[in-house]
């Protein structure tokens, strides 16, 4: 989760220190928690920003990926975990992530999706920064995966149960990467039923279009450079 642009009505106490290869994960951590916060006081460090790295990082992080958290000698990495522990310990209620198990595994599953999703997505947009050609094949196994996404929101208006949750937060960014990528023909917005759902999401709190808005700034000085 990034420190910076944290309001004073945030989550409680975690220290999250941000470091390694990262850009669209911490954000999805701070767009989906963003929405339902109670006060919090954390500190962030990203070294790609000029932060210095703490002093064991990898027996702290052995994966050496951002975001990560730590919070009274716990030690998370992976967005979405983070995201989890940090709803289920300090959110206000557990809309996003409820405590029913019921509900909460129907979450889980579309998070689950969420990464598969992410990382089909992942191999049509890494290529654009290394000069490298995408194949069709990981092009149609993305639109694989939205057409199955699609189906998930036929004849409902949230990924997960009747109200937004977490999953949706994480699904929508995940396909914010694609806006990066118009040469590869891929367009969620195609698909009717993602359509409607996405500007559903990203209206549904101020902080989430924030969240986006430092995304999209984010991917395109990656292009910059």
């Given at each position: 989760?990034?420190?910076?642009?944290?309001?004073s009505?945030?989550?409680t106490?975690?220290?999250?220190?941000n470091?390694?290869?990262?850009?669209r994960?911490?954000?999805?951590?701070?767009?989906?928690v963003?929405?339902n916060r109670?006060?919090?006081?954390?500190?962030?460090?990203?070294?790609?920003?000029?932060?210095?790295l703490?002093?064991?990082?990898q027996?702290?992080?052995?994966?050496?990926?951002?975001?990560?958290?730590?919070?009274?000698?716990?030690?998370?990495?992976?967005?979405?975990?983070?995201?989890?522990?940090?709803i289920?310990?300090?959110?206000?209620?557990d809309?996003?992530?409820p405590?029913?198990v019921?509900k909460?595994v129907?979450?889980?599953?579309?998070?689950?999706?969420?990464?598969d999703?992410?990382?089909?997505?992942?191999?049509?947009f890494?290529?654009?920064?290394?000069?490298?050609?995408?194949?069709?094949?990981?092009?149609?196994?993305?639109?694989?995966?939205?057409?199955?996404?699609?189906?998930?929101?036929?004849?409902?208006?949230?990924?997960?149960?009747?109200?937004?949750?977490l999953?949706?937060?994480?699904?929508?960014?995940?396909?914010?990467?694609?806006?990066?990528?118009?040469?590869?023909?891929i367009?969620?917005?195609?698909?009717?039923?993602?359509k409607?759902?996405?500007?559903?999401?990203?209206?549904?709190?101020?902080?989430?279009?924030?969240?986006?808005?430092?995304?999209?700034?984010?991917?395109k000085?990656?292009?910059?450079?």
């Open positions: 989760m990034v420190a910076h642009d944290c309001p009505d945030s989550l106490r975690p220290s999250v220190e470091y390694s290869m990262g850009g994960s911490r954000s999805s951590v701070k767009a989906s963003n929405a109670k006060k919090s006081k954390k500190k962030g460090l990203n070294a790609n920003r000029g932060g210095s703490p002093s064991d990082p027996e702290k992080f052995p994966q050496h990926t951002k975001p990560a958290l730590e919070d009274n000698g716990l030690y998370l990495a992976e967005s979405r975990s983070i995201a989890m522990y940090l289920s310990k300090y959110a206000k209620d809309s996003l992530y405590k029913d019921n909460r129907l979450v889980d599953q579309r998070l689950f999706f969420d990464q999703l992410y990382n089909r997505i992942f191999n049509v890494r290529p654009k920064f290394y000069g490298e050609q995408v194949d069709t094949g990981s092009i149609d196994k993305v639109n694989e995966g939205l057409e199955t996404l699609n189906r998930m929101l036929d004849g409902k208006q949230w990924l997960a149960g009747d109200k937004i949750t999953a949706d937060y994480a699904v929508a960014n995940s396909l914010s990467a694609l806006e990066f990528v118009p040469e590869s023909g367009d969620p917005t195609k698909q009717p039923n993602i409607e759902w996405l500007p559903r999401v990203e209206s549904s709190h101020p902080k989430y279009g924030e969240s986006l808005k430092e995304l999209r700034e984010g991917f000085k990656m292009e910059q450079k």
